[in-house]
């Protein structure tokens, strides 16, 4: 490889082994240029064992990653299976024998060849009396070396390439990329102890050991929550006391609303449209977050501030960040708004919506004949103009830059903004977050509703749950189950989706529909399954947790997380507020792969409550080592790598230092990502 030296902004397709076939898929993740390959991050460390002597190995190592150095005893034996090709033999390192087998791979028979040793890596099984190793991976003995001794880091991959051939391109990618110009002003450095963000972002990926990674990733975690608190300052300088032009009053309108509900309002939904309607009165534009737990009932509070808006005459907006969401809201705002002949008229408008359709659709905005705007961020383009937008709601508002709200309030005169958010942050950091946002909680749930029943297992109990759920499904409901991988890998033994969801239609025996969902998966895919779950035509959902924030599918009585130890606090409370949004009684069970008193604990807190405030409260108190990455939460909060719980205290610093900019300071763009799963 050249030691040249390229611009950060060159493009992978430079890089030796990409093609047109890899960079597709790179960009799918949004990775196009060496830089965009750095930023993507690891989602774990892994240690490789180290060699054993076949000799050695116990029966009670089946099932743990090994590594052996051997050689084949003979030439490999090709065999054509019914749907794979096999390529199977024995091997020996002098102390004692093994086999060893591979599918797709018949090629491994003039490389695998008597008298030369390589250092086989995989899953130990046990095949009758002997040993095994399936599928293993295949190293020099130097390419072994050098994994050994130092955390190894594992990424979400791109599909169709393999760990290898990633490897070899971040490799080559840190080679070839010229330092970073640091963006922070040095003082910043110093005062908050951080790395230069070159540094970091190097040794994330080749940490020597967990300290010097621990330190990179403060760095990177700083950057994302001061880009985030950053984005936050310049949009409410933008909005902050601005005068309305929509000043009106709500009251009537939302009283005629929600007399036309099938539901009674709860009193903390009454106390949270008041305030919208106090807003609306006071003369100047409204900036306001509407936090509530999973199924507190947000898309009512919202649909009253839309049709009291329609009341007075004007236009509204709901932004939602998928498609499955807006269709969705659609679906519910069409209903809450009742059958009668004086309601507003609803319109939707996504990525998919068809030329001639959007068309008649943005006519009729600019026209004032569609009062009510649902979208994705198609609603941000610039052709989308309305004639009297004055109240915009965002749904699950995390999803969206704080820029591109901005955006869409530039759309109208300073619309009044609403944003809706099911992440349970205690006040205290919902201040840091938001400074002076105004800032309502709808504090209690519908009631009348059965709570969930939550339950820790282990895995050998697995089959009893698995029972359960085929009972539920057969009932008539639905389930989702939960895995923090998408494919095998020998070195976590995590449940994987791939693996999880093929095993189980087997054991369902074709006689239960089960789909696989996850963030590799092309993104029309995944909003076909994910639709197909919502019409109930998938009984069983095997997903990372891509599951959308917000889908409300009431018949989905069940949720089981596989290795819920895995997954912090408040990811594990947002995944089980997918389920109990019906009247049958829901159940939610958390599998506990590896036993750690940590993860009991943790996990002992969700079987106790079922209230995000005080879970999140008390994940405030436990803050410790815990996860290492921001990628096994989900959908919401992304600031990168930062978990606002578990990097409490390096989000204090990252708002002191945004307390502390000077107009002179304000020049770099930060670079942070979102994790795909
Ligand atoms: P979230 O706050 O998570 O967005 P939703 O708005 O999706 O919650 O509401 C969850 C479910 O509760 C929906 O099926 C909705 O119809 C129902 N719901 C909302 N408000 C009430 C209420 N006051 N009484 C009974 N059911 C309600
Ligand atoms: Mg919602």
């Known amino acids: 490889m050249s030691k ?4 950060a902004t060159a493009r992978v397709t430079e890089l030796r082994g990409v093609g047109p076939k890899t960079a597709a898929s790179l960009k799918e993740m949004g990775i196009e240029t060496l830089a965009d390959l750095l930023r993507h991050y690891p989602l774990r460390f892994v240690n490789y064992p180290e060699i054993t002597e076949i000799a050695a190995l116990t029966d009670e190592e089946v099932g743990n990653p090994i590594a052996v150095h051997a050689e084949a005893v003979r030439e490999l034996v090709r065999r054509a299976g019914t749907r794979v090709q096999l390529c199977t033999g024995t091997f020996s390192d002098g102390s004692g024998e093994m086999l060893a087998t591979w599918y797709h791979m018949p090629y491994l028979r003039n490389t695998l060849r008597p008298g030369r040793r390589a250092v ?27 994994l050994l001794h130092r955390p190894v880091p594992q990424y979400a991959l791109p599909k169709g390439i393999g760990e290898k051939t990633f490897a070899s391109l971040m490799e080559q990618a840190l080679a070839l990329s010229p330092p970073l110009t640091d963006w922070l002003p040095e003082r910043f450095l110093e005062r908050y102890e951080l790395l230069p963000e070159d540094r970091a972002v190097r040794e994330i990926h080749r940490p020597q050991d967990m300290d010097h990674f621990a330190a990179a990733r403060k760095r990177i975690v700083f950057d994302g929550f001061f880009r985030f608190l950053y984005d936050v300052r310049r949009m409410k300088e933008t909005v902050r006391n601005e005068k309305s032009d929509f000043v009106f009053d709500a009251k009537a309108a939302m009283t005629a609303f929600s007399a036309g509900l099938p539901f ?11 305030e919208i309607s106090k807003d609306f009165m006071s003369g100047s534009v409204m900036n306001r977050l509407v936090q509530g ?84 961020h198609a609603l941000l383009e610039e052709r989308v103009v309305f004639s009297a937008l004055a109240l915009v709601v965002t749904d699950e508002q995390h999803r969206f830059g704080v820029q591109q709200r901005k955006t869409l309030s530039e759309k109208g005169k300073q619309p009044h903004v609403l944003v809706m958010s099911a992440t349970p942050i205690p006040r205290t950091l919902a201040v840091i977050l938001y400074g002076d946002l105004d800032i309502s909680v709808i504090d209690a749930r519908p009631t009348g509703r059965t709570p969930i029943k939550n339950a820790v297992i282990e895995k050998q109990d697995r089959p009893k749950a698995l029972l359960h759920i085929k009972r539920e499904v057969e009932s008539g409901h639905q389930a989702y189950i939960v895995c923090p991988q998408v494919e095998a890998n020998p070195l976590t033994a995590l449940e994987n989706v791939e693996d999880y969801s093929a095993a189980l239609r087997v054991s369902f025996r074709g006689e239960i529909t089960v789909e696989a969902l996850h963030g590799r998966m092309k993104e029309a895919e995944k909003q076909r399954i ?21 889908v409300d599918v009431p018949n989905a009585t069940v949720m089981m997380i596989e290795n819920a130890e895995r997954f912090g606090l408040a990811t594990l409370h947002q995944l089980r507020g997918r389920i109990g949004r019906g009247k049958d009684q829901a159940y939610c069970i958390f599998v506990q792969g590896k036993k750690s008193r940590e993860g009991s604990e943790r996990l002992g807190l969700l079987q106790r409550s079922n209230d995000g405030f005080e879970i999140a409260a008390a994940d405030l ?24 719980y578990n990097d409490y205290s390096v989000l204090q610093l990252a708002k002191e230092a945004v307390d502390a900019l000077d107009q002179a300071d304000f020049n770099l763009p930060v670079v942070h990502k979102k994790v795909v799963l």
């Open 120 to 146: 086989l890596f995989g899953k130990l099984n046990a095949n009758g009396k002997r040993f095994e190793l399936q599928q293993p991976q295949i190293f020099t003995a130097e390419q072994y070396e050098k």
């Open 530 to 550: 994910m639709e197909r779950f919502l019409a109930g035509e998938i009984s069983v959902l095997v997903a990372t947790t891509v599951i959308e924030v917000g």
């Open 293 to 376: 737990d999973v199924g507190s009932g947000k898309t009512a509070v919202a649909a009253a501030a839309l049709f009291s808006v329609w009341r007075a005459g004007f236009q509204g907006a709901l932004m939602a960040p998928t498609e499955v969401l807006a269709r969705q809201h659609y679906r519910t705002l069409s209903e809450l708004f009742g059958a009668s002949e004086d309601r507003p008229r609803i319109g939707i408008l996504t990525g998919s919506t068809k030329a001639k359709e959007r068309r008649e659709l943005l006519e009729g905005l600019a026209k004032g004949e569609v009062d009510i705007l649902i979208g994705t």
């Open 264 to 274: 009674t309002l709860t009193d903390a939904q009454k106390k949270v449209c008041l």
């Open 4 to 7: 040249s030296i390229a611009k």
């Open 621 to 644: 108190k436990q803050r410790g080592p815990g996860e290492l990455f921001g990628a096994v939460q989900s959908g919401e909060l992304t600031f990168g790598l930062g978990d606002i």
